[in-house]
T-cell receptor, first 112, second 114 residues
Framework: EAQVTQNPRYLITVTGKKLTVTCSQNMNHEYMSWYRQDPGLGLRQIYY???????DKGDVPEGYKVSRKEKRNFPLILESPSPNQTSLYFCASSLSGLSPLHFGNGTRLTVT | SQQGEEDPQALSIQEGENATMNCSYK?????LQWYRQNSGRGLVHLILIRSNEREKHSGRLRVTLDTSKKSSSLLITASRAADTASYFC??????????????FGTGTRLQVTL
């Protein structure tokens, strides 16, 4: 089954404790992206990747890192999480930046 | 940012009625896409309309695009309770740089009651 898999589904952590949210897709997609969703603000792009070893900032990249060492994986790293990063995070992939996105089921992160 | 803005923010209708949601955006686009999100879950792609298209259909969905007004509408006909969800428009820019991302609006929350 074609899918984007994110883990974990829920995560509660404390300020400053490094964490990684994993994302994997099995559709051989070139393009992958991370979004955060906050009430009243819609989805905002954090980082995206056009291909392996090619990543670029989205609209809200501060406080986040990504890497694209393999085509299928695109982990999101929070080196020092802060409470304002409490949000619902989505990973998505597509054939290209213009194509329809396939979304993961989301990771609800709470930073206390 | 060429973020789309959906209107209305919330819509409540009865089963069997039609639901219309609108999206406005600010700059030129390559295409516009509509997505659905069931409470807290991942978004699901519904339909894509290119900038040179004016109307597109998919099942009970009808999307129109007016590039002169920089607006689009999504019509769901004969709505069902299962259509209850949030609906988002997303725009893809025309150029090599801006084409690298979809920009989402804030969504319309649709409630379909029996």
């Amino acid at each position: 089954e074609a899918q984007v898999t994110q883990n974990p589904r829920y995560l509660i952590t404390v300020t400053g404790k490094k964490l990684t949210v994993t994302c994997s897709q099995n559709m051989n997609h070139e393009y992958m992206s991370w979004y955060r969703q906050d009430p009243g603000l819609g989805l905002r792009q954090i980082y995206y990747s056009m291909n392996v070893e090619v990543t670029d900032k989205g609209d809200v990249p501060e406080g986040y890192k990504v890497s694209r060492k393999e085509k299928r994986n695109f982990p999101l790293i929070l080196e020092s999480p802060s409470p304002n990063q409490t949000s619902l995070y989505f990973c998505a992939s597509s054939l290209s930046g213009l194509s329809p996105l396939h979304f993961g089921n989301g990771t609800r992160l709470t930073v206390t | 940012s060429q973020q789309g803005e959906e209107d209305p923010q919330a819509l409540s209708i009865q089963e069997g009625e039609n639901a219309t949601m609108n999206c406005s955006y600010k700059t030129s686009i390559n295409n516009l896409q509509w997505y659905r999100q069931n409470s807290g879950r991942g978004l699901v792609h519904l339909i894509l309309i290119r900038s040179n298209e004016r109307e597109k259909h998919s099942g009970r969905l009808r999307v129109t695009l007016d590039t002169s007004k920089k607006s689009s509408s999504l019509l769901i006909t004969a709505s069902r309770a299962a259509d209850t969800a949030s609906y988002f428009c997303a725009t893809a820019g025309p150029g090599p740089g801006t084409a690298s991302k979809l920009t989402f609006g804030t969504g319309t929350r649709l409630q379909v009651t029996l």
